[in-house]
């Protein structure tokens, strides 16, 4: 009896720690490439951001990760504030440029990175839940009631 059951127990345990191996690699190497370096403080015109393949379009409070390329449209501005640096830092397109731990780096020879402010990474709120919404479109009652 007893071989059995000691039998069953050791197979069960390597299946175990295999598995909580291949979750803490699986969340460490996401983590890592997810590291949050700068948040959008305003965008006017069209911004795309290349993060980890997929390209979005950045709006106010979006969150900018280390590596991510930027690329302004004509006649765009973004301002963005970067943790480590702790300023405000204002695109002018048509540029290209990638956001790092370190900085900005432009492609181009263009100065189209400007400084001004100083700022901070947000600090972690003590409150849970909530909504975020954006572009809310406030309707009046009377508004409603008229429309039928």
């Given at each position: 009896?007893q ?19 291949a ?47 930027l ?78």
């Amino acid at each position: 009896m007893q071989r059995q059951s000691s039998a069953k127990v050791i197979p069960t345990g390597m299946l175990l720690s295999t598995l909580s191996v291949a979750l803490v690699s699986g969340s460490a190497s996401a983590a890592q490439e997810a590291i949050e370096v700068a948040f959008v403080e305003n965008v006017s015109g069209r911004v795309v951001a290349l993060a980890a393949a997929k390209p979005t379009l950045l709006d106010a409070l979006d969150v900018v990760t280390d590596g991510t390329r930027l690329d302004l449209q004509p006649n765009s501005e973004l301002r963005l504030c970067h943790y480590q640096m702790r300023q405000y830092l204002t695109l002018r397109g048509p540029v290209r440029a990638s956001v790092s731990r370190d900085g900005v780096v432009v492609e181009s020879n263009k100065s189209a990175v400007t400084a001004a402010g100083s700022c901070a990474a947000p600090p972690d709120s003590s409150f849970q839940g909530g909504i975020v919404m954006r572009a809310l479109k406030v309707i009046r009652v009377n508004d409603i009631q008229r429309q039928r």
